[in-house]
C-alpha cells in the first residue's frame, strides 16, 4: 500500500537538491575568484563543507520522506538515503578534520564513511528493484551475475592494477583500502550491468535514471582515483560535481518511480526482440571474455581480481546452463502432459488442433487432401451406467490401444473427450478414410474381454476430407461431426457429410416430434425434459377508442434449452403424427390460465384460441371446454374459439353442430382468415358465429389499392348486417389502422399495438398501476359497430 504521507515535501526537497546542484556547478569555474573574495579557509567551509554536503542532506531527506508502493520498496529508498548521508560525513570529516591535518592519514574515519556508502548502495538497489518487479526467478539473477561478473572482469583487467598500486612496505590496512574502493566499484558495475540486462526488454525511465546515477558514481570514483594516483586532484573540481550529478539523478529516479507499474521478470524472460541469441548476447560475449582472461593467465599480464570475478562469470554461466536444461526438460513434460489425454496416454483434444491447423496448412501447400474421422461409441452411456465407471474407463483404454495399431506413421489418434476419438490423416482421400472407418468399426465389434465382463461395442464414424482450396479446422471438423452423427442412424456405421445432409435434417425432425410427444403425451417424467407449449398474448383493440377488448393466445413450443419454436417449425409434425387434439388441450389449458392471471391483476378481457379442423368436428368439444373453464373459475365469456375456414369443407354439418353446443354454454366463435378459403357469405348466415376475421391480406396496401378498399368497405356491410362483428387482422401501422376504422371494422389486430407478448408483459403495458373491475360483463363481448 502506497505511503499515506503528502507528496508536497519531497518534491520541495527535489527542487532544493536540483537549485544547490546547480549552484555548485557555478561555483566551479569562479572558484578562483571566490576564493581571492572569500579566502580559502571560508570557501572550504561555505562551499566544500556547507554547499556540496547541503545536496547530499537534501537528497537524503527527500528519499526519507518518499512515499512508497511498498514497505520493502520504501526501506530500500531510505538506506539509499543513509548511504547518502555516509558520504556526506565522510565530506565533513575530510573538511573539518583532516584538511587541517599537516599530513593526512590514510585510510581515515572519512574512509570509512566512504566506503559505507557501497554496502548501503547495493542493498538498496536488491529491495528497490525487488518491490518493483512481481517475480524474480534464479535464472533472472544468475543473467543479470553472468553479464555484470564478465564486465567487471574486463574492467578490472584495463584499469584495476595502476589504481592498487602500492610502494613495498604499505601497511596492511593501506593496502586494503586502496583495493577496496575498485573493488567495490567493480561490483556496483556488476550491480548495474545485472539490473540493466535482467530489465533489458522492460525498463522504465527511472531504472535507466537510477543505472545512470550509479554509473556516474562509479565512473567518478574511478576518475577521482586516477588524479589522486597522477597527483593532480583538485578539491571542488569537475570530478566532484560528478559525484553530486549522480546524487541528483537518483532523487529524480526516485521522484519518476512513484508512477511506475510493477514489472514481472518472467514476462521479461518470455520476450523474444530479436531472437535468442541476441537476448544472449551479453552472457555469451561475457562468458568468451571471462575464458580468455582465464586462459591468457594471472600475475605479471592480469591482476588477480580479474581472475576472481572471471571465475565468478564462468560459475555462473555454468550454473545458468544447467539450470536452463532443468528447464527445458521441465518445459517438455508440461508440454506433453497438457496434449496427453490422462487415462488413455493418446494425444488429446489440444494436441489434435495444433497437428489439425499444421497439417491442413501443408495440404493447402502441396496441394494434398487432409481427411478426418470422428469416433463415437455407441452405448458407453449403458455400459457406464450398468457396470461403473471403472469398467467403462477399462473399455475406453482397450479400445484406443486396438484402433492406435490400425493408424499408420503420420496418423494422429487423438482422444477428444468421453467416448469419442478422433484420426487425422494427412495426404488421404475420402476413399482412403472409408476404409480406415470400416476397420475402426469391426475392430470394434470384436469381443473386449475385460475384468468386470465380456463386452462389445459399436463405433459411429463420420469421415470427412478437405475440398478444393483452403479449410480450416472447425469447417473440417464440423462436417466429420454432421457425418458422425449421421452414421448413429446408417446400418453401415460410417457415413460423409454428402451422406449426412438427409439424414442429419430427418433425424432432427424425428427427435423434435419425440419431444413434442413426450411434453403433451408423456409421462411426468418425460414431460419436464421435453420441452412444453406456451401461449403468447396479442392484444385485440378497438378501433373506436383505442382500448384493449380481448387478447389472441398463439401458441409457441419452449425446447429444453430454451429455444422458442414458431408453429410452421411444429404444427405439420404434429398434423402427421395425430398429436392436434394434444396440442389444442394444452394451449386451451395454458390460454386460460393467462386469462385467469390477467383477471386476478385486474385485466378483465377475453383470450382467443385457435382450433384445428380435427377439434371443430369433436362432438365433446363443448363439454371439454366447460371443463378446463370450470377448473379456473372462469365464465364462458372469457373464451372465444377460433376457426378458419379449411375447418368447414369436410363436413359442415357437423362443425355447425358443434360451434352450436359451444355457443350455447356461453362461449364465443370467431372466423378467422375471411376471404382465404372455401367459404362463402352462406356459410356465415348458416353457422353460429359471433365474429369474423379479416384476412391481413386484405389489409397490404389498402390505402394506395382501391378495389382492395372496394372489397373491404362491402364485406363490412354485408358482414354488419348478419349482426357480427368484424376484425381486421394485420395492421402494421396507424394509416391502415385509420383506413380500416374508416371503412367500419371494429376491431384491429396487428403489429401496430403490438407483437405478441407475454402475459407479465401485456399486463405492464396496457394495465399499469390502475385497478379495473374483476367482474365479468355479458356485454365485454358484444357487438361493436364503428
Same mark, same amino acid.
Given at each position: ?566 408453429? @410452421? ?42 382450433? @384445428? ?83 391481413? @391480406? ?89
Amino acid at each position: 500500500m502506497a505511503d499515506a504521507r503528502p507528496a508536497a515535501g519531497p518534491r520541495s526537497f527535489l527542487l532544493i537538491t536540483v537549485l544547490a546542484f546547480l549552484i555548485c556547478c557555478i561555483c566551479v569555474p569562479a572558484r578562483n575568484d571566490l576564493e581571492s573574495a572569500l579566502g580559502a579557509r571560508a570557501l572550504s567551509h561555505i562551499v566544500d563543507l556547507g554547499l556540496y554536503n547541503f545536496v547530499y542532506v537534501a537528497a537524503a531527506v527527500m528519499l526519507f520522506f518518499r512515499p512508497a508502493h511498498s514497505p520493502r520498496e520504501g526501506m530500500g529508498w531510505r538506506i539509499l538515503a543513509l548511504g547518502m548521508l555516509c558520504t556526506a560525513g565522510g565530506n565533513a570529516w575530510y573538511s573539518l578534520v583532516l584538511a587541517r591535518l599537516p599530513e593526512m592519514p590514510y585510510p581515515s574515519m572519512a574512509d570509512v564513511f566512504y566506503l559505507s556508502w557501497y554496502p548501503a548502495c547495493y542493498l538498496a538497489i536488491v529491495l528497490i528493484l525487488t518491490a518493483h518487479v512481481g517475480r524474480f526467478p534464479l535464472s533472472v539473477w544468475l543473467d543479470g551475475l553472468v553479464a555484470g561478473a564478465g564486465v567487471a572482469a574486463i574492467a578490472a583487467a584495463m584499469w584495476f592494477r595502476p589504481l592498487t598500486a602500492t610502494d613495498p612496505g604499505t601497511p596492511l590496512l593501506t593496502v586494503l583500502a586502496s583495493i577496496a574502493y575498485p573493488v567495490f566499484d567493480l561490483l556496483l558495475l556488476v550491480l548495474l550491468v545485472g539490473v540493466l540486462f535482467i530489465l533489458r526488454t522492460a525498463l522504465r525511465d527511472w531504472v535507466l535514471l537510477l543505472a545512470a546515477g550509479l554509473g556516474v558514481t562509479a565512473a567518478s570514483d574511478v576518475l577521482l582515483s586516477t588524479q589522486v594516483v597522477a597527483g593532480t586532484y583538485v578539491q571542488g573540481g569537475w570530478g566532484d560535481i560528478g559525484f553530486l550529478f549522480a546524487i541528483v539523478l537518483m532523487v529524480l529516479a526516485a521522484h519518476r518511480s512513484r508512477r511506475s507499474q510493477p514489472v514481472d521478470a518472467l514476462e521479461i524472460l518470455t520476450r523474444r526482440r530479436g531472437g535468442s541469441m541476441r537476448v544472449l548476447l551479453i552472457p555469451l560475449l561475457s562468458a568468451g571474455a571471462s575464458l580468455a582472461l582465464l586462459a591468457l593467465g594471472q600475475g605479471e599480464r592480469f591482476p588477480p581480481v580479474a581472475g576472481v570475478f572471471a571465475a565468478v562469470c564462468i560459475g555462473g554461466a555454468g550454473l545458468r546452463a544447467a539450470l536452463t536444461v532443468r528447464e527445458l526438460a521441465q518445459m517438455a513434460d508440461v508440454h506433453r502432459e497438457a496434449r496427453t489425454d490422462d487415462l488413455t496416454r493418446l494425444p488429446n483434444r489440444r494436441a489434435l488442433y495444433e497437428e489439425c491447423d499444421t497439417v491442413l496448412a501443408a495440404g493447402v501447400r502441396n496441394k494434398t487432401m487432409t481427411t478426418m474421422l470422428l469416433i463415437d461409441l455407441d452405448g458407453f452411456k449403458d455400459i457406464n451406467d450398468s457396470l461403473g465407471h471403472g469398467a467403462g474407463d477399462d473399455l475406453l483404454v482397450a479400445f484406443a490401444q486396438r484402433v492406435e495399431h490400425l493408424t499408420g506413421p503420420g496418423e494422429l489418434f487423438a482422444r477428444l473427450g468421453g467416448d469419442e476419438f478422433a484420426v487425422l490423416l494427412p495426404r488421404t482421400s475420402e476413399s482412403e478414410g472409408l476404409a480406415l472407418a470400416q476397420e475402426v468399426v469391426r475392430a470394434a465389434r470384436e469381443p473386449f474381454i475385460l475384468a468386470a465382463a465380456r463386452l462389445t461395442v459399436d463405433a459411429s464414424i463420420g469421415v470427412a476430407t478437405t475440398t478444393a482450396g483452403p479449410q480450416g479446422r472447425g469447417d473440417l471438423l464440423r462436417m466429420a461431426d454432421i457425418a458422425m452423427y449421421a452414421a448413429k442412424g446408417s446400418p453401415r456405421r460410417v457415413c460423409t457429410p454428402a451422406d449426412a445432409v438427409d439424414a442429419h435434417l430427418g433425424e432432427t425432425r424425428l427427435a423434435l416430434l419425440s419431444r413434442l410427444r413426450d411434453g403433451l403425451t408423456g409421462a411426468p417424467s418425460a414431460r419436464a425434459t421435453a420441452g412444453r407449449i406456451e401461449v403468447l398474448l396479442q392484444p385485440k383493440i378497438d378501433l373506436a377508442d383505442a382500448s384493449l377488448v380481448g387478447v389472441e393466445a398463439l401458441a409457441r413450443w419452449r425446447e429444453p434449452d430454451g429455444t422458442l419454436l414458431p408453429p @410452421s417449425d411444429f404444427l405439420p409434425l404434429m398434423s402427421r403424427a395425430g398429436l392436434l387434439p394434444a396440442l389444442a388441450t394444452a394451449v386451451l389449458s395454458a390460454a386460460l390460465d393467462a386469462a385467469r392471471s390477467l383477471a386476478d391483476a385486474g385485466l378483465v378481457v377475453p383470450v382467443a384460441v385457435n382450433l @384445428s379442423p380435427v377439434d371443430v368436428q369433436d362432438l365433446a368439444l363443448a363439454e371439454r371446454l366447460q371443463q378446463l373453464l370450470t377448473e379456473r373459475d372462469l365464465p364462458a365469456s372469457a373464451l372465444t374459439v377460433e376457426l378458419t375456414e379449411d375447418s368447414l369443407v369436410t363436413d359442415p354439418d357437423r362443425v355447425a353442430a358443434v360451434l352450436s353446443a359451444v355457443r350455447a354454454i356461453g362461449v364465443r366463435v370467431s372466423l378467422d382468415d375471411f376471404g382465404t378459403g372455401y367459404s362463402s357469405l352462406s356459410y356465415l348466415r348458416r353457422l353460429p358465429v359471433d365474429e369474423v376475421k379479416l384476412d391481413r @391480406s386484405f389489409t397490404l396496401d389498402i390505402e394506395s389499392d382501391p378495389a382492395a378498399e372496394a372489397v373491404v368497405k362491402h364485406t363490412v356491410g354485408l358482414v354488419h348486417a348478419l349482426g357480427l362483428r368484424i376484425v381486421a387482422e394485420g395492421i402494421e401501422d396507424g394509416a391502415t389502422a385509420a383506413v380500416m376504422r374508416r371503412l367500419g371494422c371494429d376491431q384491429g389486430q396487428g403489429f401496430f399495438w403490438s407483437r405478441p407478448t407475454t402475459c407479465e408483459d401485456l399486463l405492464l403495458t396496457h394495465l399499469g398501476p390502475r385497478r379495473r373491475s374483476t367482474t365479468w360483463r355479458s356485454d365485454s363481448l358484444s357487438t361493436r359497430r364503428g
